[in-house]
């Protein structure tokens, strides 16, 4: 079974540069996250989706970014403009409830 | 506010060292936790959930205990393989869906 994957693995733009992620999530899991991950931290959630809505999106900083997950599978992250505090790992994970899996993340670098 | 504290922030054990990594909570409610594996570059692994106080889990040199206030994760006679950052996670009020995770232990063992 295919675990969640993410595009791209690496990402370094310019800060006020626009930048997105992109997560498929293992089949059937109606759970999706999106974590930042800064060196030496635990992830952070950002925002949680229960298939289409999203339920849970208090940490995320609506200035800049910005999310969909449209027909409950595929999700999208967006950041416009980055700035240079956003260079970080950013994970998505997915879940039927329980445990989370994660994919491999996306190591955004912002210059 | 809950909160999840993992200690030590390191550890560098020779091969076949046993020890113990802890994860404390002041979770309302507690109910269960999680841990995970990190290998860098990657996103986390699960290894356990952890449901009650009094309940352990086994995986090859891994074994995980959960009280009231606290888990560990032993590691018997551990392998260079093994080295990697342990992370916990404990579900917040409202169900398993959101987690808070600590901030990782990570692990050197030496051949």
């Known amino acids: 079974e295919a675990g969640v994957v993410q595009s791209p693995r690496y990402k370094i733009i310019e800060k006020k540069q626009p930048v997105a992620f992109w997560c498929n999530p293992i089949?059937?899991?109606?759970?999706l996250y999106w974590y930042l991950q800064n060196l030496g931290q635990g992830p952070e959630l950002l925002i949680r989706?229960?298939?289409?809505?999203?339920?849970?999106d208090s940490q995320l900083p609506k200035d800049r970014f910005s999310a969909e997950r449209l027909k409950g599978v595929d999700s999208t992250l967006k950041i416009q403009p980055a700035e240079l505090g956003d260079s970080a790992v950013y994970l998505c994970?997915?879940?039927?409830?329980?445990?989370?899996?994660f994919g491999p993340g996306t190591r955004l670098t912002v210059t | 506010e809950d909160q999840v504290t993992q200690s030590p922030e390191a550890l560098r054990l020779q091969e076949g060292e046993s020890s113990s990594l802890n994860c404390s909570y002041t979770?309302?409610?507690?109910?269960?936790l999680f841990w995970y594996r990190q290998d860098p570059g990657k996103g986390p692994e699960f290894l356990f959930t952890?449901?009650?106080a009094g309940e352990e889990k086994e995986k090859e040199r891994l074994k995980a205990t959960l009280t009231k206030k606290e888990s560990f994760l032993h590691i018997t006679a551990p392998k260079p393989e093994d080295s990697a950052t342990y992370l916990c996670?404990?579900?917040?009020?409202?169900?398993?869906?959101?987690?808070?995770f600590g901030t990782g232990t990570k692990l050197q063992v030496i051949p």
């Open positions: 994970a997915s879940s039927l409830g329980g445990e989370q899996y």
């Open positions: 089949s059937g899991h109606n759970t």
């Open positions: 989706y229960e298939n289409e809505e999203a339920v849970d």
């Open positions: 979770v309302s409610g507690l109910r269960g």
């Open positions: 952890l449901y009650s």
């Open positions: 996670a404990a579900p917040l009020s409202g169900g398993y869906q959101k987690v808070t």
